[in-house]
């Protein structure tokens, strides 16, 4: 009986020694400081946080406003405390407006009491018309009655045409396409070997604002083909210049006499160079021609 009794107590004695450990913590003073802050100090003490929002005229969003218990109070581990945090001031909570269009977005705000103005500003990624921003935000309180600005996406902002006139083709090319252009169409113009490979003009002009993926029609220099020099022995002189002058080539006209009533008075009797020789633009093409005596 003896030895029962002694256990008992010692089971008592032990018990009220678990009691005493239990660690007991001070409530901080939280009023003024940001929720997140406070928040996180009282959860590294080990206590449970409940956050009620509630409108205030004074104290800006979000930080606390009061304090349930208040501070200086002790709670064991595992108690809560309530923070009541500032919601900015009393008003109208301004919708989630983005991706809306200015006239469903009118009604919507006009069904809660506010008006609504509209700005536009350019926007990579939302199509034009479509809001992508309001002030105040989305979440944020409006005074009832007052007015909410739409921002409206007035589309990718301009690109300028690059200023490629004289460089290289698949430099020209390349420029365009990191200005988010396209290639419209390309032109071949015959030009001269300093010129050949080279753009020679564009259609919008260098430096010229244009929308995002616009086509740019490109002029691009290439080589002339090889001239042959023509056969024109026989023909009229007047044909004869016309053919030689229709290649690009010039003509040279020599007279050399003929008997009277001879069939090759007027016409070509012979050419210098000789037909099928290779000539050049501008080259020159000497004919001689027949004349009565």
């Known amino acids: 009986a003896i030895g029962i009794g002694a256990a008992a107590l010692g089971a008592l004695i032990g018990g009220q020694d678990d ?16 929720m997140p802050e406070a928040q996180a100090q009282l959860e590294r003490m080990g206590l449970l946080v409940d956050i009620r929002f509630e409108p205030n005229e004074v104290v800006p969003p979000d930080v606390v ?21 500032s919601d900015g001031p009393m008003g109208i909570l301004v919708p989630e407006l983005g ?35 309001t002030e105040p935000s989305a979440g944020a309180r409006a005074e009832l009655g007052g007015t909410v600005t739409v921002v409206v ?35 071949q113009r015959y030009v001269g070997s300093e010129e050949a490979g080279t753009v020679l003009s564009l259609d ?15 002029v691009v220099g290439v080589a002339e083909p090889p001239l042959t020099v023509p056969d024109v022995v026989g023909l009229r002189e007047s044909s004869a210049e016309r053919v030689i002058e229709n290649l690009g080539l010039d003509v040279q006209v020599r007279t050399e ?23 050049a633009s501008g080259d020159d093409v000497v004919v001689t021609v027949g004349e009565a005596a």
């Open 19 to 34: 009691a005493r450990v239990v660690p007991q913590l001070v409530v901080p003073r939280l009023q003024s400081r940001p």
């Open 65 to 85: 406003v009061d304090q349930e218990p208040i501070a200086g109070a002790r709670l064991e581990v595992g108690e809560q405390v309530v923070l009541v945090v």
């Open 99 to 133: 991706g809306s269009q200015v006239a469903e977005a009118q009604r919507t705000l006009a069904n809660l009491g506010l008006g609504i103005e509209q700005r536009q500003e350019h926007h990579e990624l939302v199509p034009m018309g479509g809001i992508f921003r």
């Open 153 to 187: 996406s007035a589309g990718p902002r301009p690109r300028t045409v690059p200023e490629v006139v004289g460089a290289r083709t698949h430099e020209a090319f390349a420029a365009i396409g990191r200005a988010d252009l396209e290639i419209g169409g390309v032109r």
């Open 204 to 218: 919008p002009a260098p430096g010229t604002e244009v929308p995002r993926d616009t086509p740019v029609r490109v």
């Open 257 to 279: 006499s003929v008997p009277a009533g001879d069939r090759r008075a007027g016409r070509v009797i012979r050419q210098t160079p000789l037909p099928g020789i290779a000539a």
